[in-house]
């Protein structure tokens, strides 16, 4: 039995409280998971109280839990700037695991993170970075678990323990054959966009959720004629001639595949795209904002130097 509060208790139960499971806190931590059975129990049997009850799907914390998080909290945010504080006098190293949805490979933003994954190789070659993938509801229950450092996401989090900065702003676009769209400069209107024989991602993220709620507020319902996850097929099936899909402007397309289709703006009131960058309110490690500030420099440098033949850009209204 522990004689003494140790900061490995509090780590593990942090751990096992953020991620409602002993199993998820071991490998979060990198260890075995009847080690956090040793150390919740010897926290238990100081404390004199039960801090999680057993459930099939992991656990579930005690009243008593959730009055130690909230005074342990504090404290864990206060080792994190001393321990930021102390490896900002040495040599920067460690692991960032960087949050982005699902995108079309060439965007700005996946251009701007090779190169920051390039530029880190040989900077700061003790930075490891990792890329995680999900959709926005995901990224954002992920950077609440402190699971990823940031991410980068269309809708902000509405949420005060999470701050956002708006990075840019864009317009979406319709692409689809040059015989269906060769009398069409712009889509104005959610009528004009509702004749299109659309081509959706199966999953509904963002940007098709902002299409369908601007449309549905002018009385117009969008149903796909088809919904396919892969972004690339979806490319294929316009330049077949078998419907239209929508993506942002900062899709990089090649010159071959723009010549066989029609890129058209939308221009509708209320529909393009934000792309935020969200973090911890309260810590970002001295890695993650090395990472953080080369890849918000790269992106500013892109969105200076877009060209048409890098970027399909189109005017503002």
Partial sequence: MAKNLEWPHLQVFVATYEESGMARAAERLNVSPAYVTKIIKELETFLDVELFSRESNGVKPTDHANQVYAESTPLIEHFHRVQMQLQSLGEIRGEINIGVLPALPGTLLARAIDAVIQSCAKSHPQIRIKITEARG???????????????????????????STALLTEHLMLIADKERLKDVEKIKSAASLSKFPLIFQTARGSMRTLIETVCASEGYSLTPILEIDSIGVQLQLCVSGQGACILPASACLSNDFLAQVKCVPITIPGVSRTLYFSRNANYLSPQANVVSDLLNSHIEAEVRQLTSTKLIRFPQN
Avoid: Y
């Avoid at 609440?144 to 991410?151: G, L, T």
């Fill in 137 to 163: 509801a995901g990224l954002i229950e992920l950077l609440h678990q402190k699971s990823i450092d940031f991410a980068f996401l269309q809708i902000p989090p509405t949420t005060t323990t999470i701050e």
